[in-house]
């Protein structure tokens, strides 16, 4: 059973443009949500995470969207950039004394950008 | 942020033999993670090992084939035992950060069993 399903499995933007990344969960425990960053040859770097008690968390031009009653949340990447080409992963867990908890990981998204 | 580094980077090894990642952080940490990454797939927690403690495994992850030392508060290893092909992955070490409230992953270890 896939806890936290991710779509886009890929997707293709020109330069300057509107990158949306939406995931889903099902588990109501989870309060803590990452968008992770993975080049090529890399780990995971963390972008940006969101907990339930706001609907919205803008970092720079990576804005992470949040619908607790709808059990979403998205990654917008405003003005994207060739260098913004990379898997994304968004991910859920529940933390728990101060740690963040197992993260449960969406399968990724590739995101290229077109100059 | 924690900075984390793993050794080996990268291997290439014969079925059947062991081969052991070591994960280091630079700074005391509680918890660490352990996570693999088969090719071009999502990451799958393998472990939680706590300093003091016998490491957590995840279901379909036992102790004999993914054996978790954590003999202190900034080191951890994991080793892959009786390899096969199918363990071929990417092996990763996280760690949380208390003072930011985020989880950190290392560069990972790149594994390839023939």
């Known amino acids: 059973q896939q806890q936290v399903k991710q779509s886009p499995q890929s997707l293709i933007v020109q330069k300057g443009g509107i990158s949306i990344i939406n995931c889903a969960y099902e588990?109501?425990?989870?309060?803590?949500f990452p968008w992770y960053q993975q080049f090529p040859g890399k780990g995971p770097a963390l972008l940006i995470a969101i907990r339930p008690d706001v609907s919205e968390k803008k970092e720079g031009r990576f804005t992470i969207s949040f619908n607790k009653s709808a059990k979403q949340f998205s990654l917008h990447i405003m003005d994207s950039q060739p260098g913004d080409s990379a898997t994304y992963f968004c991910?859920?867990?529940?933390?728990?004394?101060?740690?963040?908890?197992?993260?449960?990981f969406g399968k990724g998204t590739k995101l290229s950008v077109k100059p | 942020s924690a900075v984390i580094s793993q050794k080996p980077s990268r291997d290439i090894c014969q079925r059947g033999t062991s081969l052991t990642i070591q994960c280091q952080v630079d700074?005391?940490?509680?918890?660490m993670f352990w996570y693999r990454q088969q090719p071009g797939q999502s990451l799958t927690l393998i472990a939680t090992?706590?300093?003091?403690?016998?490491?957590?495994?995840e279901s379909g992850f036992v102790i004999d084939k993914f054996p978790i030392s954590r003999p202190n508060l900034t080191f951890s290893t994991l080793t892959v035992s009786n390899m096969s092909p199918e363990d071929s992955s990417i092996y990763l070490c996280?760690?949380?950060?208390?003072?930011?409230?985020?989880?950190?992953f290392g560069p990972g270890t790149r594994l390839l069993v023939l």
């Open positions: 996280s760690v949380d950060s208390s003072l930011s409230e985020t989880q950190y």
């Open positions: 700074s005391q940490v509680t918890m």
């Open positions: 588990n109501t425990a989870f309060d803590y």
């Open positions: 991910a859920a867990s529940k933390s728990h004394g101060g740690s963040q908890g197992n993260l449960i």
């Open positions: 090992a706590n300093q003091g403690s016998e490491a957590t495994y």
